[in-house]
């Protein structure tokens, strides 16, 4: 992270996740109810955000935390932030787009500073060692390799689905991605070597 070529793969990841997000949201909303009423409600939504709470949220900061000790944030506002995140995301799905919508928004409109960093720290050990955990443990039980491999369960006898498919799918997944940051590192006089290593990167980070 401290080199250029760490910054460069960095900055790569983070133009990738928010692109990635913002066609999430998209496609999301698109197939969670009917295009127009979606993406109407979508964007009705997200301009409420930038600009009309994102201004707020600053002043709402300034006058709750002046009488605050050292530290500037209490207990008591770092549950009603985490209240909040239900909130958008119930007031997102009552708008008719998808749930996940609203604690995106949050997170983007609420500023940089100390703040996120409380939050960060308050809810990061909760997250990286229950809700991680739970997720991946889920992801794995249903993931029956019997199923993928052979035609034992009959709602895939017709898939015709065999272990040389599977390997080709994982490497038309992953090749492309490594060829295409290989290629454009090449094309802006980066070396064979760190222009593999970025498509690496890029291809780990999903």
């Known amino acids: 992270l401290h080199s250029d070529f760490g910054r460069l793969a960095l900055s790569s990841a983070v133009i990738s996740d928010v692109l990635s997000w913002f066609l999430l949201l998209a496609g999301m909303t698109s197939a969670y109810t009917d295009q127009s009423i979606g993406a109407m409600s979508a964007v009705i939504f997200i301009l409420l955000c930038v600009f009309v709470l994102r201004p707020a949220i600053p002043w709402c900061i300034r006058n709750t935390t002046a009488d605050n000790d050292s530290s500037g944030y209490n207990e008591q506002q770092v549950r009603f932030i985490l209240s ?36 960060v720290d308050r809810i990061q050990t909760f997250v990286s060692h229950l809700l991680m955990p739970l997720y991946f443990l889920t992801v794995g039980l249903r ?49 064979r070597g760190d222009s593999f290593a970025l498509g690496v990167l890029m291809n780990t980070k999903g």
Request: zero cysteines; a positive charge.
């Open 84 to 119: 909040v995140v239900v909130l958008f995301g119930y007031v997102s799905d009552n708008f008719g787009s998808h749930s996940i919508l609203g604690p995106f928004m949050l997170g983007t409109i609420i500023p940089s500073g100390e703040l996120k960093k409380v939050l």
């Open 143 to 191: 993931t029956n390799f019997s199923y993928i491999l052979t035609n034992e369960n009959p709602k895939f006898s017709r898939a015709d689905t065999n272990l040389w498919r599977v390997v080709a799918v994982v490497v038309l997944a992953n090749i492309p991605k490594i060829l295409s940051n290989y290629i454009i590192g090449l094309m802006y006089k980066m070396s």
